[in-house]
């Protein structure tokens, strides 16, 4: 019986620890954790109850991923029948959502075939093309959204249109666009992509404290919104690692 218990005690402590360590891997949060864990089971309980049960907020979009997929592929049978721009933009925004960019590229293809005088599917279109790193596509689809509306996405668009600008050689309308976008837009995702074009452009102080500004939100956020802008966080820390010092 002792035997046993003793075997059913180190499994339970090494789940906790692979659990923790998978976590930990994941969501990257502050690097003294890896210690707490590895030192002793008790470290991997109290990791688990500070930050993984807190992460559960954050596992709303797992939870939907079977839903959407579902709606996925009754979708794709839909269009077999009713090939509408309706149908392929909802399709194509599913896919955007899945991360499967090359699909939702050409499901935005034919609903822009279909129907040309809405810039959304244009501008989502854009973002596909940008996470597939077709940028000179992406910046004619991401134009016609920042044309018909100067705060599109809640003034993401003009982020993203920087972004391609940046990557197309095209860099005064790259600043242009970026200095637009920040003077309202607090997304840390235009403030990274901005200190990462002030970089290429030599210009290491301004980039500096761009990606210091992503950091500086940090303490007064909420702890459900501090989880999720984690990886910028990072980002923006790995590249201050790089910049010279000021």
């Not at 402590?13 to 690097?31: E, G, M, Q, Y």
């Not at 009754?74 to 991360?99: F, M, Q, T, V």
Request: with cysteine; charged share 25%.
């Amino acid at each position: 019986m002792g035997s046993f218990l003793f075997f059913a005690f180190s499994w339970w402590s090494i789940l906790l620890r692979v659990v923790a360590i998978v976590h930990f891997i994941r969501r990257r949060p502050n690097f003294f954790w890896i210690w707490v864990i590895l030192f002793h089971w008790v470290g991997a309980l109290v990791y688990i109850l500070v930050e993984v049960i807190p992460d559960a907020s954050l596992l709303r979009g797992t939870f939907q991923v079977l839903p959407r997929r579902r709606r996925i592929q009754e979708l794709e049978r839909i269009i077999l029948d009713n090939p509408s721009a309706g149908n392929y933009e909802e399709l194509g925004l599913l896919y955007l959502d899945d991360g499967n960019f090359a699909r939702a590229r050409a499901c935005y293809d034919k609903a822009i075939s279909l129907r040309t005088d809405d810039p959304d599917p244009f501008y989502r279109r854009g973002i596909a093309e940008i996470e597939l790193g077709d940028f000179p596509a992406a910046v004619p689809d991401l134009e016609r959204g920042v044309k018909s509306d100067p705060g599109y996405d809640f003034h993401r668009a003009k982020g993203l249109l920087g972004w391609a600008y940046a990557q197309t050689g095209q860099p005064e309308k790259a600043d242009r666009m970026f200095r637009e976008a920040v003077q309202i837009s607090t997304i840390s995702e235009t403030y990274y992509h901005y200190a990462l074009f002030l970089q290429s452009q030599g210009r290491a102080a301004e980039a500096r404290e761009w990606a210091q500004k992503i950091l500086e939100k940090k303490p007064t956020m909420p702890v459900y919104l501090r989880r999720r802008e984690r990886p910028w966080f990072r980002k923006a820390s790995m590249l201050l690692a790089r910049l010279p010092a000021a």
